[in-house]
């Protein structure tokens, strides 16, 4: 069952991922500040959610915690029961969690199709059938991006083009877990609408927890859960349905 209280769940429950009491506080040479308050919450596999909130609410900095990137200032984050840091951040980045960056982090001096295939590499990740050449290759053209883009060097893709290869990065791995910080931000309406669909048959088809960070209402009336986080908590947005 997944909650935003502030009662610490003893049970066991289908969370794949849980934050218990998560601050986080940035300190500057003058001054800190505190970004994320107190932060219950359990993430469960097969559900799409989206996370909105103002620019500078923590969005990002929620993803990058939720995702192994850094560590709170205080409270924990566990991945299956366990906590992050005891599983050890790298290998559940490398094998557990693909994150869709808000600035893309796409490997600069690789092509498109390199950065799809090192990233299936690097999570152990498989095709059920072909190589890994054959399913990026597959997989970025579903996306717009064909052979001839796909073997260029990413930096001489457009911004939209680069973010498409970002979003098949990520889904082209077998994770429990995809985060994606506002992953359709330089997308039209037609090709953002695809994204969503992907991600919801990754959820509902691949049993995938999404968590998906958006300014845009639209999209996330298409999640099956709307978190809204505003100074410093976070907190469950009910469906209108
Ligand atoms: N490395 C950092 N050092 C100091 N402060 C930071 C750092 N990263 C973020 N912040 C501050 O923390 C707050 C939250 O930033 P964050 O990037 O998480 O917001 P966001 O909700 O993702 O915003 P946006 O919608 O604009 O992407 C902001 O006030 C930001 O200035
Ligand atoms: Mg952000």
């Known amino acids: 069952m997944a909650r935003a209280t502030d009662t610490p769940d003893t049970t066991t429950d289908a969370a794949v991922l849980r934050l218990r009491r998560v601050s986080h506080t940035y300190t500057g040479r003058r001054r800190r500040t505190t970004v994320l308050k107190d932060i219950d919450y359990a993430l469960e596999r097969g559900t799409l959610y989206a996370i909105l909130g103002p620019s500078g609410s923590g969005k990002t900095t929620l993803l990058s915690l939720a995702s192994g990137l850094d560590t709170p200032t205080s409270g924990t984050v566990s991945f299956d029961g366990r906590d ?9 980045r490398n094998k557990h969690a693909a994150t869709v960056f808000q600035q893309y982090n796409l490997l600069t001096y690789m092509t498109a199709l390199q950065n799809v295939t090192c990233a299936m590499e690097i999570t152990g990740t498989r095709p059920t059938s072909g190589s890994r050449r054959a399913r990026a290759l597959h997989l970025l053209e579903q996306f717009g991006i064909d052979r001839a883009m796909a073997t260029r060097n990413v930096l001489r893709l457009s911004g939209g083009q680069q973010q498409r290869v970002a979003i098949v990065r990520a889904i082209a791995c077998d994770v429990d877990i995809l985060f994606a910080d506002e992953p359709t931000g330089s997308l039209d309406e037609d090709t953002a609408q695809g994204i969503i669909d992907t991600f919801r048959a990754l959820a509902h088809d ?6 998906v960070v958006t300014h845009s209402q639209a999209l996330a009336a298409r999640s099956d859960r709307t978190l809204v986080l505003r100074k410093g908590r976070l907190t469950e947005q009910p469906k209108t349905r």
């Open 84 to 92: 992050l840091k005891e599983l050890g951040l790298g290998r559940y």
């Open 206 to 211: 691949e049993g995938t927890c999404v968590v």
